[in-house]
């Protein structure tokens, strides 16, 4: 077996799981050294603490370098004939979560990247791919009931971080077409966690919507006032502060709890038997979480912040228009009215209870936690 990203938020938990399971060889591809690969996996996996694992659980793993970035993902021809030889399952993980900024590296690491790993899938015919998505190449789509086999750009898409994923999904399709391939497209939405993240650890993405909370109530903002500036500007007293945001307030957002979207990826993949062909399943939970419940969430962990969500923001103040600025806001672009189906990924995880809420009780736990310190 082989599993990219595995120093990611979601890959370091599908290793656990893919070790509880008992695998009993596991290469881990990414960047670094080998030695340097290790102790960022390690330190994450040792960190959860669910599934149990065996005190030497860790030694099936092996580390190799490589790089989504580089041809042929930098690995030599005997490195690849030594990792491809008997391979059986290839998951990949690896990604660029990127909401601002220049749209070519997303392109470059989740399009081109997928590109090389599907190369290196040519030299194991006989693998399963198991290729990790987001639900979010539903794109603009703001409303409906998104089947697991859709897979259409009409709506268009509100960040190039959608488009990129939707760009690699396509290319799995093709791919597993042409060359009679067995793959399975994992899904998920917004995967959050309630525990305190060490520093140095993979960090979960609701983090961005909290860096960007303490930036708008840490600030003192003028007219001339700069998305960097809210970084080096001076902490203000706390004081009841209104923040606006534009978009629909009847919205939702499709939360889970990262722990349970590995468990149920690892198990569907075990569960599910081998087929030519592309399986699409979304790794969502079954209730959305209304922005009322994030809103106050946030507030809880802001005290004075209100926060509201409006069709139209008349005469925003300087804050605001910064903020509607800042497209990488997961207020603004995971909301909507949409909802996933999951009749695919129900029938290959068996009887598997479905997730705890995500409530306002969960969320003041996720944005009101203090970073802990690695043990």
Not at 103 to 113: K, Q, W, Y
Not at 132 to 139: E, I, L, Q, R, W
Request: hydrophobic content about 40%; proline content about 8%.
């Amino acid at each position: 077996m082989l599993l990219t990203g595995a120093t990611g938020f979601l890959g370091c938990r599908l290793l656990r799981e893919l070790l509880a399971r008992g695998e009993e060889r596991i290469t881990v591809v990414g960047r670094g050294t080998p030695d340097e690969l290790c102790s960022r996996v390690e330190a994450a996996v040792r960190w959860l603490d669910t599934p149990a694992l065996a005190p030497d659980g860790l030694a099936a793993v092996r580390y190799v370098s490589g790089d989504l970035l580089q041809p042929g993902l930098g690995l030599g021809s005997q490195e690849r004939a030594r990792i491809t030889d008997g391979l059986t399952t290839l998951w990949h993980s690896a990604a660029l979560l990127l909401l601002e900024g220049d749209p070519a590296p997303l392109h470059h690491s989740n399009v081109i990247g997928t590109r090389r790993v599907l190369e290196l899938a040519d030299e194991a015919p006989g693998a399963r791919l198991m290729h990790v998505s987001t639900a979010y190449v539903a794109g603009q789509r703001s409303t409906g009931h998104i089947m697991e086999d859709d897979l259409a750009d009409t709506g268009g898409f509100r960040l190039p971080y959608e488009e990129s994923k939707y760009t690699a999904e396509r290319m799995v399709h093709a791919w597993a077409s042409s060359k009679g391939r067995d793959v399975t497209v994992f899904r998920p939405s917004l995967l959050v966690t309630d525990r305190p993240v060490p520093h140095g650890l993979p960090s979960q993405p609701t983090d961005l919507l909290l860096r960007l909370m303490e930036q708008i109530t840490d600030s003192g903002l003028d007219q001339g006032a700069t998305v960097p500036g809210l970084l080096h500007a001076p902490r203000r007293s706390a004081a009841a502060l209104p923040y606006r945001v534009q978009g629909d307030p009847l919205g939702s957002l499709n939360m889970l709890q990262a722990d349970y979207a590995a468990h149920a990826m690892v198990r569907a993949a075990a569960r599910t038997a081998p087929a030519a062909g592309v399986r699409t399943m979304h790794v969502t939970h079954p209730q959305n979480v209304t922005f009322e419940t994030v809103a106050a969430a946030v507030e809880t962990r802001f005290p004075g912040l209100r926060v509201s969500m409006t069709p139209t923001l008349p005469r925003p103040t300087p804050l605001e228009k910064i903020a509607a600025n800042f497209a990488a806001n997961p207020l603004v672009y995971s909301t909507h009215r949409r909802t996933y189906d999951r009749t695919n990924l129900l029938a290959a995880v068996g009887p598997l209870p479905d997730p705890e809420p995500v409530d306002h009780a969960y969320l003041t736990r996720t944005f009101g936690r203090t970073p802990a310190t690695v043990r």
